[in-house]
C-alpha cells in the first residue's frame, strides 16, 4: 500500500470523536440494534435537514433507490432513464428492483443529466427519471421537473453526493417524488459501515417503503408484500445523529477549498467543470484533462492520491451490457478524462497548495 503524503481524504474521526464515543456507548448501553428510538430520531432530524416531511432508513444508498421504485409499484416492464456517469450503483439499484435502466447523455458543462438527451430517450414503457446529483452538483431540476410533468413521469433524486445541496435555492431531492441518500463512509455525511435514507413528502409512500425495507412485514410474523431486509442499524443512525450537526459547517469547508482550487487552478488552462448553481456541495472535485493518466501517475509519483469517478460510463459495464447500448459520447469523453482531486473537510490549506502547486508545475 502506499502512503501519500496527501491522502485523497481521511476517514478516522476527528473534531466528531467525542460525539461518536458517546453514540456508540450508549447504543451498547441501550442493548437495542436494530430499528429503534436511534433510527427513529435520526429519521425525524434527516428528513428536517433536508426539508422533507418523512425520513425512512434503510441498508445502503442503493437499497434506497431500489426500495423507492418498489414503492412506486415500477419493476418489469418499466424503464427508468438515468445518467451514463454515476456509481454504477445507480443503475444496479433499477434492475434489483426489475426495471430497465435506460441511459440519457450528460450535459457537458454540468456533468449531469441532459434534458435534452432525456427528451430523447422517453419511450412508452418509460416510468422515471432518476437524475444523480453528481459531485454534489445539483441536475438542472427545473427543466426535469418540467419534462416530467408534461409526461407524467415519476422523479426519483439520486442525492448519495449531495446531501445539503441545493438548486436554484430548494433542497435536492425535494422536487421529485423520493430522493435516495448514501451514508457510505466517504460521503458527504459517512457512516462507520454501510447506511442508506430515502426521503419523501409522500406520507403514504413512506410508510410502504417501511414496510418494504423490513421484509415487507405489516406486522411482526406478518408479511403483507414482498419486502427485502435493508435496515440502517442502530448503531449507525446513532453515529449520523451525532455527525448531522456538524455537516453544515462540513459543507462549508468543502465550498471554501472548492473556491481555492479554482482560484489556484484558473491559470493552467486544465477543464474545471463550472459551479452551476451556488448549491454546489463538492462531494468531490474533479478536473479534465485529456492526459489524465499520465497526470494522475505523476500526482501519485509526487505523493498526491487522486481518484477517477467514474472510469467507465455506465452502460459500457460487463454487468449491463445484456441492456441495448447506449451512445453517450460526453459520458465517453468525460470518463476518459476525469480526474478527483482530494478534497475534504479538514483538508489543510497547505495540503490544497501542494496539489494544486504540484498541478500547476506538471501542465506548465
Ligand atoms: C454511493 C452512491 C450510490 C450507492 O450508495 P451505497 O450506499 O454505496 O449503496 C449510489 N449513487 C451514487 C451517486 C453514489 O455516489
New binding site residues.
Given amino acids: 500500500m502506499t502512503t501519500f503524503r496527501v491522502p485523497f481524504m481521511r476517514l478516522v474521526p476527528g473534531e466528531d470523536r467525542p460525539a461518536i464515543d458517546a453514540a456508540i456507548r450508549r447504543v451498547v448501553e441501550r442493548g437495542w440494534y436494530v430499528l429503534g428510538p436511534e433510527v427513529e430520531a435520526f429519521e425525524r432530524s434527516f428528513a428536517a435537514a433536508c426539508g422533507a416531511a418523512h425520513a425512512v432508513g434503510v441498508g445502503?444508498?442503493?437499497?434506497?433507490?431500489a426500495i423507492i421504485l418498489r414503492g412506486l409499484g415500477l419493476g418489469p416492464g418499466d424503464e427508468v432513464i438515468t445518467t451514463p456517469v454515476?456509481?454504477a450503483?445507480?443503475a444496479l439499484?433499477c434492475m434489483m428492483a426489475g426495471a430497465t435502466p435506460v441511459f440519457a447523455d450528460i450535459d457537458p458543462r454540468r456533468l449531469t443529466i441532459s434534458p435534452s438527451a432525456i427528451e430523447a430517450a422517453i419511450t412508452p414503457r418509460t416510468a422515471a427519471i432518476l437524475p444523480?446529483h453528481?459531485y454534489g452538483q445539483p441536475a438542472d431540476m427545473r427543466a426535469i421537473m418540467a419534462i416530467a410533468r408534461a409526461r407524467g413521469l415519476a422523479v426519483i433524486e439520486?442525492c448519495?453526493?449531495s446531501h445539503l445541496a441545493t438548486c436554484e435555492g430548494r433542497p435536492v431531492g425535494s422536487s421529485g417524488v423520493a430522493a435516495?441518500y448514501?451514508?457510505?463512509p466517504t460521503?458527504n455525511l459517512g457512516a462507520l459501515g454501510?447506511?442508506?435514507a430515502i426521503t419523501t413528502n409522500d406520507a403514504g409512500l413512506a410508510e410502504r417503503m417501511k414496510r418494504i425495507r423490513n421484509g415487507g412485514q405489516t406486522d411482526r410474523y406478518h408479511h403483507g408484500e414482498m419486502g427485502v431486509n435493508s435496515r440502517l442499524d442502530e448503531m449507525q443512525a446513532a453515529i449520523l445523529s451525532a455527525r448531522l450537526p456538524l455537516l453544515a459547517g462540513w459543507t462549508a469547508a468543502r465550498r471554501a477549498r472548492a473556491a481555492t482550487y479554482r482560484q489556484l487552478l484558473a491559470a493552467t488552462g486544465l477543464e474545471v467543470p463550472p459551479e452551476c448553481d451556488a448549491g454546489h456541495v463538492y462531494?468531490l472535485f474533479p478536473i479534465l484533462s485529456p492526459r489524465r493518466d499520465q497526470l494522475q501517475a505523476a500526482l501519485r509519483a509526487d505523493g498526491i492520491e487522486t481518484l477517477i469517478h467514474y472510469p467507465v460510463p455506465i452502460p459500457r459495464q460487463p454487468a449491463l451490457e445484456a441492456l441495448s447500448p447506449a451512445v453517450c459520447p460526453e459520458a465517453d469523453r468525460v470518463c476518459a478524462q476525469v480526474l478527483s482531486l482530494p478534497l475534504y473537510p479538514g483538508m489543510s490549506e497547505a495540503d490544497l497548495r501542494a496539489v494544486a502547486g504540484a498541478i500547476r508545475r506538471l501542465t506548465a
Fill in positions: 445502503t444508498g442503493t437499497d434506497a433507490i454515476s456509481a450503483y445507480t439499484a444523480v453528481l439520486d448519495c453526493q435516495a448514501s451514508f457510505y460521503k454501510d447506511g442508506g462531494h
